[in-house]
């Protein structure tokens, strides 16, 4: 016998969305979560490169947003306020942890090890270069695999979105350094990404998923 | 240890601005000695096309979601209906 018939309201958009939300309509939390939580907790494992640390992060993130929703301005999307106040919990989260995230031992000059390695072309395939599902699945697992002093600044910069003097603000680094690291971490990914497009047979894709 | 500039690659002091060249961030004179280099030198431009690409992947990574396991979903739910029974209720 089919169960009762339960029905769970659609907002259309963002704007339909916020205003359920202000009215506490029940549907309009649940509709959030499905809408930013997988793209929050993306964020939020980025930054602090753990599972559990990562959901405390999402839940603390959406309770803020809860909380604060009838202050919310509107100047922004409401997605990217929503990710802003994950940023921010997930750079909190990574504050407590430690006294100063600058304080890993990295040369802030760039080192002859920061010199490509690689020189061999990348086939032209542009289908490949954005939206390959393996492809963003490798490069996250190398980006995981970066220490937190570099996977940090190029998560602040490259995926963020923030720019060297917001990242440097964050971090508590100088604007060279964030440069210095960016540079670094993105020859790094280059390096990953190039071992992987001449042999992905080698790649073991256990690791690459995780 | 720093080796001497003469053990490296010759394309060593512009190779390593390639990152700043990218984000638009290098001074135009620096610019262009590296876009001079470039026409001369194959390995560069290999590098920076392939720079170019990871900066890209990477990028687009800002909207590719992680899969959200199930519990740590329904956990999240489960908290903030909690949250709003016990406002109800004040």
Request: proline share 5%.
């Given at each position: ?37 997988p793209?929050?907790y993306a964020?939020?494992l ?165 | ?64 979601p992680i899969f959200l ?22």
């Open positions: 016998m089919p169960g009762p018939m339960i029905t769970i309201t659609v907002y259309d958009d963002d704007a339909q969305l916020l205003h359920g939300l202000r009215r506490h309509e029940p549907d309009a939390c649940t509709c959030m979560v499905k809408r930013f939580a793209l929050v964020r939020a980025r930054l602090v490169g753990d599972a559990d640390e990562a959901e405390g992060v999402l839940q603390t993130t959406f309770i803020k947003v809860c909380n604060a929703i009838n202050t919310f301005d509107g100047a922004s999307s409401l997605s990217t306020w929503i990710y802003r106040i994950a940023t921010n919990e997930g750079l909190m989260l990574l504050r407590s942890r430690r006294q100063s995230l600058a304080l890993d031992d990295v040369a802030e000059t760039l080192q002859p090890d920061d010199m490509p390695d690689s020189r061999v072309a990348w086939p032209e395939d542009p289908l490949r270069a954005s939206l390959d599902s393996e492809l963003r699945a490798q490069i996250d697992a190398a980006i995981s695999n970066l220490p937190e002093s570099l996977r940090l600044v190029v998560t602040l910069r490259d995926i963020e979105g923030l720019s060297t003097e917001e990242t440097a603000d964050q971090l508590g680094l100088s604007q060279g350094a964030v440069k210095v690291r960016l540079h670094r971490a993105r020859m790094r990914l280059r390096e990953a990404l190039a071992s992987y497009i001449a042999h992905p047979e080698e790649v073991d894709h256990d690791e690459a998923a995780r | 240890m720093t080796k001497p500039h003469a053990e490296l690659p010759p394309c060593h002091d512009l190779a390593l601005q390639l990152s700043a060249y990218l984000d638009g961030d290098l001074p135009a004179d620096l610019c262009r000695d590296l876009e001079v280099h470039m026409g001369d030198c194959p390995d560069c431009r290999v590098v920076l096309d392939t720079l170019g690409r990871t900066v890209q992947i990477v990028r687009s990574l800002s909207d590719t396991p199930a519990d740590v979903e329904a956990r999240l739910l489960a908290r903030l209906t909690e949250i709003a029974r016990k406002a109800q209720q004040l």
